[in-house]
């Protein structure tokens, strides 16, 4: 599949391209992802002041959760929210390979996923890739001037139903 352009949405292959203008615009996003998708991981990716955890914001938020109840879990490694559905918050900036075996934090992402139903913010995901499932929706922040460049590479189905419902949108 080529570039295409659908309602400001910019896609290519399992990739979408989306631009937020404003932290508002980027809490807006995770806010209707969080209403939209099932539970599964989301791989946070970009350097120091991107939008991760503005993202994170926007998502608990869409889950009842208070935005100033929101930090990066930077030296606490995971936040855990009890919200509806459940939400690990973690942040693996501060993570070296030697910490993970006695974290088990793949076992601990699959069981969030798979037996709670609950989603995984995983902030820094670049720095461990291999606690993610296979499935995650990996989204890399980037500056462009003034703007945010959200990039969302995911499975084609994932990809298929957020096209479907930002298609929707009024």
Known sequence: MGLTQVKGVYIYGNMIILT????????????WMAKYLEPQALALVGTLGMGKTCFAKGFLS???VDEADVSSPTFAIIHEYD???????????????DDLPNLALDERIDEQIEDFG???LVEWA???????????????????????QLRIEATSAIE????????SRP
């Open 62 to 64: 869409a889950l009842d």
């Open 20 to 31: 937020s203008q404003s932290p508002e615009e980027t809490q807006q996003l995770a806010h």
């Open 126 to 148: 670049n720095k461990h890739p291999k606690v993610l499932p296979p499935n995650a929706i990996w989204i890399e922040f980037t500056e462009h001037g003034s703007e945010r």
């Open 160 to 167: 298929d139903r957020l096209l479907a419902f930002w298609d």
């Open 118 to 120: 609950g989603f995984v």
């Open 83 to 97: 919200t509806a559905p459940s939400v690990l918050h973690l942040d693996l900036y501060r993570l070296e390979n």
